[in-house]
């Protein structure tokens, strides 16, 4: 059995960072490293940020965006058009739709896919909500910009069967966003042609 090279609170910073998303334990080890070395630079700067958020961000009630405040900043925006929502399964997607900078429009965050097979049903995710938000607004498009992966797929053609009696136009992200891949992995360029081409579901 090895032994324990480092002290506790070392092997416990480690050990968090390898729950990162893209970081295993190599890389969590060598990350460790590098921000005890830059102590003074990024580490204390990095655990006040941390605590920052943790005291200060919140989930927006409305959309379900996070930010320090609620509603966000993005629904607090009265430049944005009222009248087109983007539905995104996650707040990563939302964001990467954002850098893309192609769309003045509101948002949507379902919180997840459809998935049987997981367990997620309808109640797991926030449809209820973007019911209400089309039947209660003056929604003129709702645009389903869900990955396109089978599940991804799935919800928008439930969502959009479910918005088919409220008069609203429906329409999803053209195929330049390829089969399987996630929004948050895609360039700008990719997301605005797919913005750009968008078509009737």
């Given at each position: 059995m090895a032994e324990r090279v480092a002290g506790p609170e070392i092997e416990r910073l480690v050990q968090l960072l390898a729950r990162l998303p893209g970081l295993g334990p190599r890389s969590a080890r060598r990350a460790t490293?590098?921000?005890?070395?830059?102590?003074?630079?990024?580490?204390?700067?990095?655990?006040?940020?941390?605590?920052?958020?943790?005291?200060?961000?919140?989930?927006?009630?409305?959309?379900?965006?996070?930010?320090?405040?609620?509603?966000?900043?993005?629904c607090r925006d009265t430049r944005r058009d009222p009248t087109i929502l983007v539905v995104v399964e996650a707040v990563a997607d939302l964001w990467a739709l954002e850098r893309a900078g192609l769309l003045n429009a509101r948002y949507h965050v379902l919180g997840g896919v459809l998935s049987p097979l997981d367990g997620v049903g309808p109640d797991d995710l926030t449809i209820a909500a973007l019911i209400d938000r089309v039947r209660d607004g003056a929604m003129g498009e709702v645009v389903l910009a869900v990955n396109a992966t089978v599940d991804g797929?799935?919800?928008?053609?439930?969502?959009?069967?479910?918005?088919?009696?409220?008069?609203?136009?429906?329409t999803r992200l053209a195929h330049g966003v390829p089969v399987g891949g996630e929004l948050d992995y895609l360039d700008e360029g990719t997301l605005a042609a797919a913005l750009e081409r968008r078509s009737s579901f």
């Open positions: 490293l590098h921000l005890i070395r830059k102590r003074d630079e990024l580490l204390a700067p990095l655990a006040d940020a941390m605590q920052a958020a943790r005291e200060r961000i919140v989930m927006c009630s409305t959309c379900g965006n996070i930010d320090s405040s609620d509603p966000c900043t993005i797929q799935t919800t928008a053609h439930y969502i959009a069967d479910l918005l088919q009696p409220h008069g609203v136009k429906v």
